[in-house]
Each structure stands twice: as C-alpha cells, then as structure tokens.
C-alpha cells in the first residue's frame, strides 16, 4: 500500500514539473539566426592565404570559413595592391589586381531578407608603412576614362608613409620638397561588403547596395554596419585597409594599408534593409553610392528619412523637414565607378525610439 501511495505522489508532482521545465527550456531557444548563449563572443580565426584572395563579390565562392550569429571572426586582410609595393622603385603593375579581398564568411542562419550586423571591434595596421600613390586614368581631378580630357595624364607617382606606432601616425614626406607632416591615425576598412543581390559578382572596386569598395571612415572601431542579406549565408567580405583618408579620396589612394580586425557578427531575422547603415552611440548614418553625386545623395538621405519613420516614430514629411535643418553629409570618394555620400544625424535631435531602432532590429 505504501508503494502504491508514493508511486502517486510520483505521478502527481514530479511528471507535471518535469513537463514543465521542458516546456519552459523549449520557449527559452533562440530562434533561428538569432545568436544563442553558447554562441555570442565565440573566437573563429581566420589567416588569410595570399591563393584565396578574392577579387570579386560574388555568392559563388566556396567559403574560407563559416560563422554563427553572436560570433567573433578576427582575421586580417592586405592592402589595395596586395602588398606587392614596398620600396621606392616599386610600380603599380606590380599589384596581383585591385582591392583584393578576404572572404567569403557564410554566415549560418543568415537568410534573404534579413539584415547582417557587423560591429567592428578592433582594426590594428598590420605593418610599418602605409603606401599612397596618383595612378593615370584615376582620381577626381584628372582625366578617367568617365571623364575623358585632351590634356595628358597624370604620371604614376608613389608615396611611402611610415607608421609610427607610439605616436599613432603616419609621415607625409612630400616627393618634391622635404616638407614632411604627421597624420593621425584612423584605420578603417575601404571595403566591407556582402555577395549582391540576384547572382550578381561585382568588381572589388565597386561601392553599391551591396556594400563594397564603399571608402567609408565609418566602417571604423566602435562602429556597427548594416548590410542587406542578398544570398543565403550573406557572404561577407573584408579588405583595402586604410589608415587615414581625407575627405573625397581625391587622387584616387588613402594610406593603403594590410589590417588585422576584430570583428563581430548578428543575423537580425526577418527585417530588410535596402542600403548598407551605420551606427554609434551618437549617430544613425545611412550609405548612398551612385552617380552622378547627387543621386548618391538622394539614395543616402531617402534612406535616413525611411530609418527616422520606423524606428523612431516620425511621420516622413515630418523627418525630411528635420533633416534639412540639423543632417550631416560625408562625401566619402568621388573616384570609384560609383560615389559614395554617407547622411547622418545626431540621435539626440530625434525622440526615443518606438521601432527597433539598432539599425534593422
């Protein structure tokens, strides 16, 4: 009678909170691409090898590695002429090609629809010296081949700016003088980008939706980008380190350097985006890459006015008006096939957010 008594109990107490615990650690899991506890913060290295350098954004790599959302790649990547220039007497032609590219990155759970953000946690030069240079046919004041003029080109001319890493600058000596000055330090990927959208495989000079040759000094430490899922795994590429960059790139180069990067990745489900965003503690910024300029602008600002509406509760009119009195603009470059304009604005001019209001969440 006794075992009959506690076999009861048994079925009373123990087999209904049993039930209950595995219906509350079923609710508890993630959903798909959403980063889970064991994953958030987890280290995937990458080194890179010179034979897997890309030189296209394309969906048809195989991947170099794969990674989970709340993962943490560090890796690293070379400059815009492969490292192939060192020394005075080096030519351009001595580059592999343009703007190579470490990558692909599939990034598990990632799906067509859905955002990728990719916070950069740390850039570090990855050497001594920094290479600028004027290559014939590119840049913003002399004759390309968008831009054709009767006068001659300009000559190759290359600069070596060595690093120091105490002082965290970079020395411009000039080539015709001895004037000599020190630049401070900003490394930041010139390309950061994700396979384009419809099978697409687009050069590594290029900047568009997809990201890309995209020269922005956003894409820095402390910042998050924002980038369209276009093909299933995302396919995220890095590369064209640059150490400082005036405003423009106008003769074509910034201080070109290789880059070691800390950086971490989330798959923010189901939401889309169409242009690649940035985000910090102070601002929201939003990419336009197009020409003429002035179309880059309109795709940058259009852009903020539909970020401000759903996540931050403005009605369009009503944020297209504060734009026009408090936006800031970027011209990033004005030397790739298409140019880059970031718009922005201080998240303290806009009210608490009612949306997502981290970039796509």
Known sequence: MKSIFTLLIFCLVFIP?????????TS?????????????????????????LKYTYSGSYTPVARLKSGNILETNTVDCFGNAVKKPGDTLDMA?????????????????????AIKILDLQVDGNQGIGA????????NSTNYTPM??????????????DHATNTATFQALDSKYTVKIPLHPFFGCIGVAPAGGEARSSIVP?????????????????????VNTPGAMLFLGDGHAAMGDGEVAGTAIEVPLR????????????????????????????AYRPVDDALRIAFTELVGWIHADYGLSEMDAYELLSKVAEIHLNEMVDPNYVVVAKIKKSFLPRPVGPANGSR
């Open 208 to 228: 568009e939706a997809f990201g890309g040759n995209l020269d922005s000094p956003e894409a820095s430490i402390g910042n998050t980008v924002y980038f369209p």
């Open 28 to 52: 508890a899991a993630p959903q798909a691409g959403a980063s889970s506890t064991s994953e958030e913060g987890k280290v995937v290295r990458y080194d890179l090898k010179m034979s897997d």
């Open 261 to 288: 990067s800390r950086v971490q990745v989330h798959v923010i489900k189901k939401h889309k985006i169409s242009w690649p965003r940035f985000e910090n503690d102070e601002y929201i910024m939003t990419v336009g």
């Open 150 to 163: 009767l006068n001659p080109a300009i000559k190759e001319k290359i600069w070596f700016y060595p690093i």
């Open 17 to 25: 909170l049993a039930f209950a615990q595995h219906a509350a650690s």
């Open 96 to 116: 592999p090609g343009d703007n190579p590219l470490t990558g692909p990155f599939f990034i598990e759970g990632a799906e067509v629809g859905d955002t990728l």
């Open 134 to 141: 004027l290559a014939p046919g590119f840049g913003a004041i």
